[in-house]
């Protein structure tokens, strides 16, 4: 790994098409605008067109000329997902990178998705499972075989899968129900590699993390209920982010590397290489022992497949 890897590194994108789901802001904007800065085509996918609309010219200012549009997709909904594979089929005949980033953080109160699935495994797992299950032809049409990357987080050393309640409908905790969907997405991932080599499929999949990134939905998640003691954890956990954290650009970074860089390599998993990989240059990150489960990770599939009604195997 070329050390302390900037996006200036990656080599030329252009012709290349990318997708960056949840790019209206944070870690997903930044991925995206490095992305063109390298001369890919970049789609900002959201769920909300004031917001994509915002980040596209605020990407026109921060790099005329790069070639970026905003697409339309909840992550939240199956019907959505679907709707949006169907017509890129229709536009393009290839994705050369997905990043997987949209996602939802530590709700205060157990909320579901419009497939009735716990927001946050549905979002932050199902829903990437479902996109990149869509676009599996188009990916694998790429020249030079598509790039999955999936956004994982430090939370998924907290994780937990826990099988009779997914859905957390028994007994829901925040971030409980936020590191099961972490841990998740690393798992997804890191099948989705043996997956790809056991098919043959000309497809990349590669996890990464951002540390301890101060972005949006770091800011509005920690610590959510309104009591004077929730408000000063929040307040102490914000300062603890700004003080021992990086910002939402140097958080993209492992983002960014699995997505462009020649040295990253299929079933990897990036992320700072600071103290408890909260911070600092691209290295490679700890994976828990929990995502290298085969056992948990053919469960898991199968229960994706499922609850999806895509098939990715």
Same mark, same amino acid.
């Given at each position: 790994m070329?050390r302390h890897w900037?996006?200036k590194q990656a080599?030329?994108?252009d012709g290349?098409?990318?997708?960056?789901?949840?790019?209206?802001?944070?870690?997903g904007? @930044?991925t =995206?605008?490095?992305?063109?800065?390298r001369g890919?085509?970049?789609?900002?996918a959201?769920?909300?067109?004031e917001k994509?609309?915002?980040a596209l010219a605020?990407m026109?200012?921060?790099?005329p000329?790069?070639?970026a549009?905003?697409r339309?997709v909840d992550?939240?909904s199956l019907?959505s997902i679907?709707?949006?594979?169907?017509?890129?089929? @229709?536009?393009?005949d290839?994705? !050369?990178i997905?990043? *997987? *980033?949209?996602?939802?953080m530590g709700?205060?109160?157990?909320?579901? +998705?419009?497939?009735?699935?716990?927001?946050?495994?549905g979002t *932050?797992?199902l829903g990437p499972f479902a996109l990149t299950a869509?676009?599996?032809t188009?990916l694998?049409?790429?020249p030079?075989?598509?790039?999955?990357?999936?956004v994982a987080?430090l939370a998924?050393?907290s994780?937990?899968?826990?099988f009779?309640?997914l859905? =957390?409908?028994?007994r829901?905790?925040?971030?409980?129900?936020?590191n099961q969907?972490?841990?998740a997405?690393l798992i997804f991932a890191?099948?989705?590699?043996?997956?790809?080599? +056991?098919?043959?499929w000309?497809?990349?999949?590669?996890?990464?993390?951002?540390?301890?990134?101060?972005?949006?939905i770091?800011?509005?998640r920690?610590?959510?209920k309104?009591?004077?003691?929730?408000? /000063?954890t929040? /307040?102490? =956990?914000?300062w603890?982010f700004?003080?021992?954290g990086?910002s939402?650009?140097?958080g993209?970074?492992?983002?960014e590397f699995a997505?462009?860089?020649?040295?990253?390599r299929?079933?990897?998993?990036?992320g700072?290489?600071?103290w408890?990989?909260?911070?600092?240059?691209?290295a490679?990150a700890i994976?828990?022992?929990?995502?290298? !489960?085969?056992?948990?990770a053919r469960?898991?599939?199968?229960?994706?497949e499922?609850l999806?009604?895509t098939a990715l195997s």
């Amino acid at each position: 790994m070329t050390r302390h890897w900037t996006v200036k590194q990656a080599p030329r994108l252009d012709g290349h098409l990318a997708l960056v789901t949840g790019a209206t802001g944070g870690l997903g904007y @930044q991925t =995206a605008l490095g992305l063109a800065s390298r001369g890919a085509r970049v789609m900002l996918a959201g769920r909300n067109p004031e917001k994509g609309f915002a980040a596209l010219a605020r990407m026109q200012t921060e790099l005329p000329g790069a070639d970026a549009s905003f697409r339309l997709v909840d992550m939240a909904s199956l019907d959505s997902i679907a709707s949006f594979a169907h017509d890129l089929a @229709q536009e393009t005949d290839r994705l !050369d990178i997905l990043v *997987n *980033n949209a996602g939802v953080m530590g709700t205060p109160r157990r909320l579901e +998705t419009a497939d009735g699935f716990e927001l946050q495994f549905g979002t *932050n797992f199902l829903g990437p499972f479902a996109l990149t299950a869509r676009l599996r032809t188009l990916l694998c049409a790429a020249p030079q075989g598509g790039r999955v990357v999936t956004v994982a987080s430090l939370a998924a050393l907290s994780g937990r899968i826990v099988f009779d309640d997914l859905q =957390a409908r028994r007994r829901y905790a925040p971030f409980r129900a936020y590191n099961q969907s972490k841990l998740a997405d690393l798992i997804f991932a890191l099948e989705l590699d043996r997956q790809a080599r +056991t098919h043959n499929w000309p497809l990349h999949s590669i996890a990464a993390h951002p540390g301890w990134s101060m972005t949006d939905i770091a800011a509005s998640r920690l610590g959510t209920k309104q009591g004077l003691q929730e408000r /000063l954890t929040r /307040l102490g =956990a914000i300062w603890a982010f700004r003080l021992m954290g990086q910002s939402a650009a140097d958080g993209a970074l492992p983002i960014e590397f699995a997505a462009m860089a020649a040295e990253a390599r299929d079933g990897g998993y990036y992320g700072p290489d600071g103290w408890g990989e909260r911070r600092g240059h691209v290295a490679e990150a700890i994976i828990p022992p929990a995502a290298r !489960d085969l056992a948990i990770a053919r469960r898991l599939w199968a229960v994706a497949e499922r609850l999806t009604g895509t098939a990715l195997s």
